[in-house]
C-alpha cells in the first residue's frame, strides 16, 4: 500500500512528460503549461482526491450523528457538533487543495495562489489549534501538567511557603504566599 502511494505521483508524471513533454514549463516558471490540456495532471487526480475526501467526510458526520450520545443532543447541539467536525476534518482531507484547482485559468488566479499558499502552509497550526487547543480533553490533560511541573519546581527550589486557607485547585494544590 505505501510503494502504490508513494509512486502514485510518479506514475502520473511519467505519464503527462510521456504524453506532452513540451507542457511541462513555460519561460516565466517551471510548471505545467495550460495550453494542451497539461493542466489535467494536477488538477485531475485532486478533484478525484477531493471528491473522495467529501465522501468519506459525509459517512464520518452520518456515523457521527448516528452515535447515541448525540441523537439525544438537541437539533443546534447537533449541527453545532457537525460544524466543529466539518473545521476538524477539512485540513486533514485536503480541502485547501481547493484553492490550488481554482488558480488555473481563472480571473482571479494570483488571490487564489496566495490562499493556496497560505492555507497549505499554515494547515499544521490549524491540527494543532483544532485537535490540541480546543480540545477540552487535552486542555484539561495540559494544565494538570503544568500545575505537577510548577508544584515540582516548587519543591526543588525549596521555596517556603504559607499555605492560604481560602481556596485550592482543581488539582489539589494549596495557594501560597511566600516569604522573602
Not at 5 to 25: E, Q
Not at 84 to 101: C, D, H, K, S
Request: charged share 15%; net charge positive; aromatic share 12%.
Amino acid at each position: 500500500m505505501e510503494v502504490t502511494r508513494s509512486m502514485s505521483p510518479l506514475f502520473i508524471v511519467g505519464i503527462t512528460a510521456a504524453a506532452r513533454y513540451n507542457g511541462y514549463g513555460t519561460p516565466e516558471a517551471c510548471w505545467l503549461g495550460l495550453e494542451d490540456g497539461v493542466t489535467w495532471a494536477f488538477v485531475a487526480p485532486v478533484l478525484v482526491v477531493g471528491i473522495i475526501n467529501t465522501l468519506i467526510m459525509v459517512r464520518v458526520i452520518k456515523t457521527f450523528n448516528s452515535l447515541k450520545t448525540n441523537a439525544d443532543k438537541a437539533r443546534t447541539q447537533r449541527m453545532r457538533a457537525n460544524l466543529r467536525a466539518i473545521l476538524v476534518l477539512q485540513p486533514l482531507l485536503g480541502a485547501t487543495w481547493l484553492f490550488g484547482v481554482l488558480s488555473f485559468n481563472f480571473v482571479w488566479a494570483l488571490s487564489f495562489v496566495y490562499l493556496f499558499v497560505i492555507c497549505n502552509s499554515l494547515q499544521g497550526a490549524f491540527i494543532f489549534l483544532l485537535h490540541c487547543v480546543m480540545n477540552d480533553e487535552v486542555r484539561k490533560a495540559a494544565f494538570n501538567r503544568l500545575n505537577r511541573f510548577i508544584a515540582i519546581r516548587r519543591a526543588h527550589h525549596g521555596v517556603h511557603s504559607t499555605t492560604n486557607s481560602s481556596s485550592t485547585g482543581t488539582t489539589g494544590l494549596k495557594r501560597t504566599t511566600t516569604s522573602w
